[in-house]
């Protein structure tokens, strides 16, 4: 009988091992699963996720993203670990069954090693919405507090578009002035009527904010282990010392140093959107 815990949330694989709140346990023989449940991390994090694992006698670990020291601390413990899963756990759990699903060991997708840049201000989720909320004090207006529904449409300066609604076909929805969204946008929206259309330009501090100096910041790459095959561009997942994971870019790879940018990516840049309003819920 092999047992085999998987980072789990509302049926997918959480991506962040040393943050995960739960994991489901799956009993599995011949190849197939016989049973399953789930089970908290009864408080424990990181490192000490082995133990709990250990004690609960796990076997293998399929996970998103873990750091070296989760890695070091799961393989002390005896637990095979294959990182860089995504998607629905119970076909996670089939794949690694049936031989299809490869671990990405310790890697800069998503990467847990420390890292300790300034507070970031800018957003860090898609291009025109936040979901950090930023510590935004909540907008007044009509629309306040209600779910809305909008298409829209982004360029920039130069009239090149980053990011379109109306070309996936699929309307962006939010709460309207909870600070879900990037402030011009929020508050652009926040007192539209249903089928109303505005185009907005908006500088920076509306927007992603200016780029942050203390935000790039260089390491040697032998203090990362799994940064050796990474390269100029890609995008990684590095963890403050607080353990929030942050989002950056590899910018520079040189005298055997890692440079990395944890700034967004429309950090700095001016941005205009056609938004128009479908629907309030």
Not at 127 to 155: A, F
């Amino acid at each position: 009988m092999k047992r085999i815990a998987v980072t789990y949330e509302n049926g997918q694989i959480f991506q962040h091992f040393g943050h995960t709140k739960s994991f489901k346990i799956y009993e599995c023989e011949n190849g197939l699963v016989s049973d399953a449940k789930i089970v908290d991390n009864e408080g424990a994090g990181h490192e000490a996720l082995a133990d709990l694992l250990g004690e609960k006698g796990v076997d293998v670990l399929i996970c998103g993203g873990l750091g070296n020291g989760a890695m070091q601390a799961l393989q002390d413990a005896g637990i095979e670990v294959v990182s860089g899963a995504e998607g629905e756990a119970d076909e996670a759990v089939r794949a690694y069954l049936a031989g299809e699903l490869e671990s990405k060991g310790v890697n800069c997708d998503h990467h847990e090693e420390e890292a300790e840049p300034e507070e970031e201000e800018n957003c860090t989720s898609d291009c025109s919405s936040c979901g950090h909320r930023c510590g935004r004090e909540p907008l007044q207006g009509k629309n306040s507090g209600k779910i809305v529904r909008v298409h829209y449409r982004g360029t920039f300066n130069d009239g090149t578009q980053f990011d379109s609604s109306y070309d996936r076909g699929e309307p962006l929805q939010f709460i309207s002035g909870a600070g879900q969204m990037i402030p011009g946008f929020d508050r652009a929206v926040i007192d539209m009527e249903v089928g109303e259309t505005r185009d907005i330009h908006l500088m920076p501090e509306e927007a992603y904010g200016l780029a942050h100096p203390g935000m790039i910041f260089t390491v040697p790459i032998k203090e990362m282990p799994g940064s050796e095959e990474a390269k100029v561009g890609d995008r990684v997942y590095l963890q403050t010392v607080d353990g929030r994971p942050v989002p950056a870019r590899v910018t520079a790879i040189e005298d055997g140093n890692i440079t990395f940018d944890a700034n967004h990516e429309m950090a700095g840049k001016e941005l205009n959107f056609h938004i128009e309003l479908l629907e309030i819920i």
